[in-house]
């Protein structure tokens, strides 16, 4: 590269390289300044913009809410002699004001209050669209007791101008609670009005409004004429509400990493502060500063290194072909030969020669891996005496002169159910242990190997004994086995069973791989964590050939007559005698074929039970025909559940209610989780969802799932009445998903929200 510098030639190509990349690096850059200007633009018109609409939303709510009671001022009903009149029929009032209360949708509650009236019985009395309360109950029950009786009473007394009155303004700590906001407003323009509106506003759906119109990560204040808070929106930063308001009301106060935007109503004068972190307010910019300098630095520091590439390519047929290559140090160039071509002329000449030789070499033998080749001796697809000799010497080398070798399989108990629902990795990383656990434990009784060949989800192990070993290899064979598995039950949680095969000449192995994957058949009667070999195996057998195979075989008839004898301890006894016969026996197919002809015979009785039953005792045995037991013992006991199933049911009348009556004590024990459903009730009592769903709306008339909501509202209309639990403490207990699912079902069923119901009880 130097040389290439020192050249005139040279930098004259990267100079011209150079200049066209600065051209083009700065328009691009004014570019980026002109979209980054754009961006900060856009971001604090758009937040003006909201901040206005913010305002501009609350003082419409408030007028529309002025000219609603101008409205009113008008409406002789509500006069106070009408009141008066109409004390007798409370009704009548509550009436007229839910229909005022109907022409707003921000509104909970609307109320009515006289001061220095000539009628006694209308003073210290708010009218209401629920009812007729003193300022006091009205505090205690529409205000939720969030707002003093005696700040109520003092505002109603001396009220001169509309007002909003905030439970906000008299509580230390209102995170998390939900807040009461009254509007209390004249109902005429005369200074010492006798007749005050008190509409009570939807604070949730206010919070619910601003919430859609703010960051989330940000918090909203809002501040009355006379500077009280009365609507606070908090989002998801950690900004305290004393700390908002002390810094929304002094002007000078600054809290490290927020901004403060501050807009004032035109109308209302009211004052609202969006407090929002500053990384979340300057995020868009930040991220398209971001990402300008991060494109615009890659793409200059990409061009410099294309101009230096292009500048050496525009060169290099020139003067350095040849320093792109290193000299091979076959050339034998002199070295006073500076000609470029003739060198890399000859290193191509060498490198294609290199390359014959190469892949004459690669194609002169097959070549096998270890692993390659002792796969096809294990399979018994290579004779070793007729292979070729590079094979024959290959197993020379790992067998040396030992003449005996014996192999292990070592097989996962509980594979799919563990390790085949472990990544890919963690599954080689427990196979590969198994691999080196094993050459380790077998290393001092000769040569040894391990594969993971995937046969029956384990591995093969080979082991090649030592000559004083040889006559040993099944003793041996049982220690290093007992070692492995208590290795990868202890570090892996993992359960393993081991089947050692009968020793064999190398040239037979596959014998031996044969005899030891034979013997996992027989791991239904030896149990999980079982080490099986030839010798112990074989006695065994010879010790239990005196059983009688037909007494077995006899089993599945007196299985039937068991069953139809009604008697449970006839049946468990006749199975706990067929589980000792059958492992006495250890005949694999002999209890297949016995177990099959079984559950043949428990069908033909199903026949005879109720159609209730039949369903779910059907597709129990389904289940256990197509169901691989890991032992004799859990065979059996699968076996006895399903026997008694049918016994039980056997006899009984088609129309009984035991079906019905499990339904609905499940229902009535699970009504209050959420994920209750057709389902899960169809699982819990083993049938299938479309034979509940008829067989519940034929009982009840009902289907299932209308009949649990049934259950859960009659279980809030109780909480309701009885309790001040919050409506979403409710929803929490009867087991509906949310709050608005609640609502909507409990007005369908009942005619009224929630929220009424429980004020129409309480008045």
């Keep these: 590269m130097r040389k290439a510098i020192q050249s005139k030639l040279y930098r004259k190509f990267l100079l011209g390289h150079l200049l066209i990349l600065a051209v083009t690096g700065l328009l691009f850059l004014v570019t980026n300044i002109i979209s980054l200007s754009n961006t900060y633009n856009r971001l604090m018109d758009n937040t003006h913009r909201s901040m206005a609409n913010t305002t501009s939303l609350l003082d419409t709510r408030i007028l529309d809410l002025q000219k609603l ?168 930063s950690d900004l305290a509400w004393s700390e908002l308001e002390r810094a929304a009301q002094n002007s000078k106060a600054r809290i490290p990493g927020y901004l403060f935007l501050q807009e004032t109503s035109s109308k209302q004068k009211i004052h609202v502060v969006n407090a929002i972190r500053r990384s979340d307010y300057f995020r868009e910019y930040d991220v398209a500063l971001t990402i300008s300098l991060t494109i615009f630095l890659i793409s200059l520091a990409l061009g410099i290194v294309l101009c230096f590439r292009s500048a050496r390519k525009s060169y290099q047929p020139i003067q350095e072909l040849s320093n792109r290559f290193p000299t091979l140090p076959s050339d034998k160039l002199t070295k006073g030969n500076t000609d470029e071509l003739d060198q890399l002329t000859r290193y191509i000449e060498q490198m294609r020669d290199e390359s014959i030789h190469l892949s004459n070499m690669m194609h002169n033998q097959e070549v096998l891996t270890r692993n390659q080749l002792l796969l096809a001796v294990l399979m018994g697809k290579l004779n070793v005496d007729n292979t070729t000799q590079d094979n024959r010497s290959a197993l020379h080398q790992l067998f040396d002169t030992r003449h005996t070798s014996s192999v292990l399989v070592i097989i996962f108990d509980d594979y799919n159910s563990k390790v085949s629902k472990e990544p890919l990795s963690e599954q080689w990383l427990m196979k590969y242990t198994i691999c080196n656990v094993l050459e380790n434990l077998s290393g001092v009784h000769g040569v040894n190997y391990a594969l993971d060949l995937a046969i029956d989800n384990g591995i093969v192990g080979i082991v090649s004994w030592n000559n004083e070993f040889a006559d040993q290899w099944e003793a041996r064979s049982r220690a290093f086995s007992e070692q492995i598995i208590a290795f990868m039950n202890r570090h892996f949680a993992l359960s393993l069973s081991c089947m050692v095969g009968e020793p064999q000449p190398t040239n037979d192995l596959h014998q031996s791989f044969n005899s030891a994957t034979s013997l996992a058949e027989y791991r239904i009667f030896a149990g999980k964590q079982s080490i099986i070999t030839p010798t112990e195996w074989s006695q065994q057998k010879i010790e239990n050939t005196t059983i009688d195979k037909q007494q077995i075989s006899d089993f599945a008839e007196a299985l039937h007559a068991a069953v139809c004898s009604k008697s449970s301890e006839h049946l468990q006894l006749l199975i706990h005698e067929m589980e000792e016969s059958f492992t006495r026996l250890e005949d694999a197919p002999t209890f297949r074929l016995t ?51 049918i016994q039980d049911s056997l006899g009984e009348d088609a129309n009984n209610n035991r079906l019905y009556a499990s339904m609905l004590e499940h229902v009535s024990q699970h009504y209050m989780d959420y994920n209750l459903s057709l389902s899960t009730v169809a699982e819990e009592l083993s049938l299938t969802p479309s034979y509940v769903t008829r067989y519940f709306k034929n009982k009840n008339g009902l289907p299932l799932m209308q009949y649990v909501s049934k259950i859960r509202i009659e279980k809030a209309k109780e909480l309701l009445e009885t309790t001040h639990l919050s409506i979403k403490e409710i929803v929490e207990q009867v087991g509906f998903v949310d709050e608005n699912n609640f609502s909507r079902a409990f007005r369908k069923r009942e005619g009224v929200s929630p929220s009424q119901y429980r004020s129409n009880r309480y008045s």
Aim: with cysteine; net charge negative; charged share 20%.
């Design 69 to 236: 009671t101008l409205t009113l001022s008008r409406d002789t009903k509500l006069l106070p002699y009408q009141l008066q009149e109409s004390l007798q029929y409370p009704y009548l009032i509550a009436d007229e004001l839910e229909k005022l209360k109907a022409l707003s949708a921000d509104l909970d509650s609307i109320g009515l209050f006289y001061r220095n009236t000539a009628y006694s019985s209308l003073q210290n009395t708010i009218f209401t669209d629920t009812g007729i309360y003193s300022p006091e109950s009205y505090s205690r029950l529409v205000g939720d007791g969030r707002i003093s009786p005696e700040i109520l009473e003092s505002k109603l007394g001396q009220l001169r101008s509309p007002i909003l009155l905030s439970s906000l303004a008299n509580e230390n700590n209102p995170d998390g609670k939900e807040q009461v906001l009254l509007l209390l407003v004249p109902l005429d323009s005369t200074p010492f009005s006798s007749g005050i509106m008190i509409y009570k506003l939807n604070y949730p759906a206010l919070v619910s409004n601003f919430q859609l119109t703010i960051d989330s990560g940000s918090s909203l204040i809002a501040f009355d004429q006379s500077n009280m808070p009365f609507l606070y929106v908090k989002g998801s």
């Design 595 to 645: 177990f099959q002809q079984i559950i043949f015979t428990l069908n033909q009785l199903v026949n005879n039970i109720p159609l209730s039953h039949r369903e779910a005792i059907k597709y129990k045995l389904e289940s256990l025909a197509e169901f691989q037991s890991k032992t004799v013992a859990e065979a059996c006991a699968n076996l006895l559940d399903a026997a008694r199933s």
